[in-house]
């Protein structure tokens, strides 16, 4: 079978004055139809730029996405068109994705101009039809975005995005502006829409309960390249990387009982500028080796990759 | 006690009318107790904790009622100037959210620790460059020393809460407001910065209000909690009975709105609709419009009940 999206050896480094940052290196991965694809890691190890490069914001050093097997790079004007009517994003903040001088009708139906000659009224139908999908009413197509809340506004970009029927959606941290009680809304409107209309996401992430709630797949991304990568609920049950078991230990449940593990106070994230040689984690990782500190490891496994030395059992004993 | 509030109510004098942000609440913290102020946003928990320090927006913001006793001494009727003197981070100090707004950007951070304790006499010359280091080194800032000269810039989100931290505990105050102190910051610099609140406590005894959204990390440092909705406590208690018996509709809401790592994946339960205006709100209970079990009653403002020792909710299904 195709995959929706793989990614192969993706790269993207920026030259400043102050040297080369190295935001992605090598990044593989498949993204099969209606699934939900999480990056997870820290700020800063690149999740957002691989993002990017998906939604053509940014063009990759090197390597390649595919879309359904065909390289973005190489296709031609036609196929680039087709390309974006299928990929659509939603961002994390409907305070600032929303152009607050449009109204909302105006907002929704600008991609869909971008693509399609449209009356006036085939316009407003199609514009009624994603509010109603949103869970918003239809006269909300007249008010400016100002005037609506947090979790409205976010369903406003979320109906903008499904307005030209998209194949992928690119969902980069949908609900960490919003608060705790309109975050499920959200979370369950992008569920019901995904089986509704068969889509597949890409979901950028730091929320991990999140991400084992509602992704399929997780790729775990360290200083720009994955350190483990594999069906969630094998990587959530099992973790196989140091740093993806650090990240784990680390999130604060809401159990007073739960007695939050002090081996995942260690250290801050490196510089991607001068990542450090051999495994990018090494400097904090409780296990580093020799070899760690020189040779990079290499993405092993399926479906279930970890990049790192230690045999998956050897760490398991050590924690 | 420490620190006793009763009836505390702040409003906001805004174009539109007057904005009811804090409205009747009361509790109390004890030395060496962390009290989590849980809420959304727009529930009243940060002006409460501005309220205490009397660091209200200039001109729109005022505490209409109530009192704010700290060790029996009433800081609602004491003088601006008198407040500023011996109070303000002086007997209470704050943590904010974001460490790069609450940093100035041109001003080294040895300057900006050492200010408290200039503006208070504390040290001055060179015992005020040691103290300032000492601090640093509490709060566990690598090198100290050296990096006094050093700007904000040049250090790390984590290491800049850090500094924001130092320059709270550098009078020793008797009270620490904490608003969201690690919101901005990913999960492994989080459970460092919770570590380091834990630390200040044990070494100086003083008793913290920790203001936060998020579920995991009030269970991970409170020992009682408020729950806090439309400018009111609907729910204060023990942490574990919050957790393990939450009785207020609205908090068992949240509970339950929340994804949880490891648990099985079921639909998220969200709260329908949102929290309704405090410039003019409803009469009765303010979560009635959104609750699942509202009766005729809850037209009239809810008793507060007490459920067991410490544990009380403001509810008529408690009655």
């Given at each position: 079978?195709?995959?929706?999206?793989?990614?192969?050896?993706?790269?993207?480094?920026?030259?400043?004055?102050?040297?080369?940052?190295?935001?992605?290196?090598?990044?593989?991965?498949?993204?099969?139809?209606?699934?939900?694809?999480?990056?997870?890691?820290?700020?800063?190890?690149?999740?957002?730029?691989?993002?990017?490069?998906?939604?053509?914001?940014?063009?990759?050093?090197?390597?390649?996405?595919?879309?359904?097997?065909?390289?973005?790079?190489?296709?031609?004007?036609?196929?680039?068109?087709?390309?974006?009517?299928?990929?659509?994003?939603?961002?994390?903040?409907?305070?600032?994705?929303?152009?607050?001088?449009?109204?909302?009708?105006?907002?929704?139906?600008?991609?869909?101009?971008?693509?399609?000659?449209?009356?006036?009224?085939?316009?407003?139908?199609?514009?009624?039809?994603?509010?109603?999908?949103?869970?918003?009413?239809?006269?909300?197509?007249?008010?400016?975005?100002?005037?609506?809340?947090?979790?409205?506004?976010?369903?406003?970009?979320?109906?903008?995005?499904?307005?030209?029927?998209?194949?992928?959606?690119?969902?980069d941290e949908p609900v960490s502006a919003l608060d705790v009680s309109i975050r499920a809304q959200i979370l369950n409107l992008l569920a019901d829409i995904q089986t509704e209309f068969g889509l597949t996401y890409l979901i950028i992430s730091h929320d991990l309960a999140l991400v084992e709630h509602f992704s399929s797949d997780v790729a775990v991304v360290y200083l720009g390249s994955l350190s483990e990568a594999g069906p969630t609920e094998q990587v959530f049950a099992t973790p196989q990387h140091p740093y993806t078991q650090a990240l784990l230990a680390a999130v604060p449940l809401p159990d007073p009982d739960h007695v939050l593990s002090e081996a995942a106070a260690m250290g801050e994230i490196a510089s991607a500028m001068n990542p450090p040689p051999g495994c990018r984690f090494h400097p904090r990782c409780p296990h580093a080796m020799d070899i760690c500190r020189t040779?990079?490891?290499?993405?092993?496994?399926?479906?279930?990759?970890?990049?790192?030395?230690?045999?998956?059992?050897?760490?398991?004993?050590?924690? | 006690?420490?620190?006793?509030?009763?009836?505390?109510?702040?409003?906001?004098?805004?174009?539109?009318?007057?904005?009811?942000?804090?409205?009747?609440?009361?509790?109390?913290?004890?030395?060496?107790?962390?009290?989590?102020?849980?809420?959304?946003?727009?529930?009243?928990?940060?002006?409460?904790?501005?309220?205490?320090?009397?660091?209200?927006?200039?001109?729109?913001?005022?505490?209409?009622?109530?009192?704010?006793?700290?060790?029996?001494?009433?800081?609602?009727?004491?003088?601006?100037?008198?407040?500023?003197?011996?109070?303000?981070?002086?007997?209470?100090?704050?943590?904010?959210?974001?460490?790069?707004?609450?940093?100035?950007?041109?001003?080294?951070?040895?300057?900006?620790?050492?200010?408290?304790?200039?503006?208070?006499?504390?040290?001055?010359?060179?015992?005020?460059?040691?103290?300032?280091?000492?601090?640093?080194?509490?709060?566990?800032?690598?090198?100290?020393?050296?990096?006094?000269?050093?700007?904000?810039?040049?250090?790390?989100?984590?290491?800049?809460?850090?500094?924001?931290?130092?320059?709270?505990?550098?009078?020793?105050?008797?009270?620490?407001?904490?608003?969201?102190?690690?919101?901005?910051?990913?999960?492994?610099?989080?459970?460092?910065?919770?570590?380091?609140?834990?630390?200040?406590?044990?070494?100086?005894?003083?008793?913290?209000?920790?203001?936060?959204?998020?579920?995991?990390?009030?269970?991970?440092?409170?020992?009682?909690?408020?729950?806090?909705?439309?400018?009111?406590?609907?729910?204060?208690?023990?942490?574990?009975?919050?957790?393990?018996?939450?009785?207020?509709?609205?908090?068992?809401?949240?509970?339950?709105?929340?994804?949880?790592?490891?648990?099985?994946?079921?639909?998220?339960?969200?709260?329908?609709?949102?929290?309704?205006?405090?410039?003019?709100?409803?009469?009765?209970?303010?979560?009635?419009?959104?609750?699942?079990?509202?009766?005729?009653?809850?037209?009239?403002?809810?008793?507060?009940?007490?459920?067991?020792?410490?544990?009380?909710?403001?509810?008529?299904?408690?009655?």
């Open positions: 079978m195709t995959a929706m999206l793989e990614l192969a050896d993706l790269t993207k480094h920026y030259r400043t004055k102050h040297g080369v940052v190295r935001a992605v290196e090598s990044v593989s991965l498949r993204v099969e139809p209606r699934t939900t694809m999480a990056l997870v890691g820290e700020s800063g190890c690149g999740k957002t730029t691989i993002a990017k490069m998906i939604l053509q914001l940014e063009q990759p050093t090197s390597g390649a996405i595919r879309f359904e097997g065909q390289d973005i790079a190489t296709m031609d004007r036609a196929a680039l068109r087709a390309y974006r009517r299928q990929v659509m994003a939603v961002f994390q903040d409907p305070y600032s994705s929303l152009n607050p001088r449009l109204r909302v009708g105006t907002i929704i139906a600008e991609p869909v101009l971008a693509h399609e000659r449209k009356s006036r009224a085939e316009l407003a139908k199609i514009v009624a039809e994603v509010l109603d999908v949103v869970g918003m009413p239809a006269n909300a197509a007249r008010l400016y975005p100002h005037e609506f809340s947090g979790g409205q506004r976010q369903r406003i970009a979320i109906a903008r995005a499904l307005a030209l029927r998209p194949r992928l959606m690119v969902l040779t990079p490891p290499v993405l092993t496994g399926a479906p279930h990759a970890a990049a790192c030395y230690l045999p998956p059992h050897a760490l398991r004993d050590a924690c | 006690m420490l620190l006793s509030v009763r009836d505390l109510q702040t409003h906001l004098h805004l174009k539109r009318g007057v904005l009811r942000a804090v409205d009747g609440i009361s509790f109390d913290v004890a030395e060496g107790e962390t009290l989590g102020l849980v809420g959304e946003s727009g529930s009243g928990k940060t002006l409460t904790g501005l309220s205490l320090l009397r660091l209200l927006p200039k001109g729109s913001g005022r505490i209409v009622g109530g009192s704010i006793k700290l060790d029996g001494q009433e800081l609602t009727t004491l003088s601006e100037s008198a407040l500023a003197r011996d109070i303000r981070g002086r007997k209470i100090a704050m943590i904010m959210q974001d460490p790069m707004t609450s940093l100035n950007p041109v001003f080294s951070i040895g300057d900006q620790v050492g200010s408290p304790l200039r503006n208070h006499d504390i040290a001055r010359g060179a015992a005020l460059r040691s103290a300032v280091v000492d601090v640093l080194q509490r709060v566990r800032l690598p090198s100290p020393a050296d990096r006094l000269g050093d700007y904000p810039h040049q250090f790390s989100g984590g290491q800049r809460q850090r500094i924001v931290a130092a320059m709270a505990i550098g009078c020793t105050p008797r009270l620490l407001v904490a608003d969201e102190p690690t919101t901005a910051l990913d999960v492994t610099i989080q459970v460092q910065i919770i570590n380091l609140l834990r630390t200040i406590q044990a070494d100086t005894g003083a008793g913290i209000i920790l203001i936060t959204h998020d579920l995991g990390v009030a269970a991970s440092l409170c020992r009682r909690i408020a729950v806090m909705y439309a400018g009111q406590i609907i729910e204060t208690g023990p942490v574990r009975a919050i957790y393990r018996t939450p009785s207020h509709p609205y908090t068992k809401a949240l509970l339950a709105a929340i994804p949880r790592l490891g648990a099985k994946r079921t639909r998220l339960v969200a709260i329908a609709g949102q929290p309704p205006s405090l410039i003019d709100p409803p009469s009765g209970c303010r979560f009635a419009a959104r609750c699942t079990q509202r009766m005729d009653k809850c037209a009239e403002a809810p008793p507060t009940v007490t459920l067991s020792d410490g544990h009380s909710a403001a509810c008529w299904k408690l009655v």
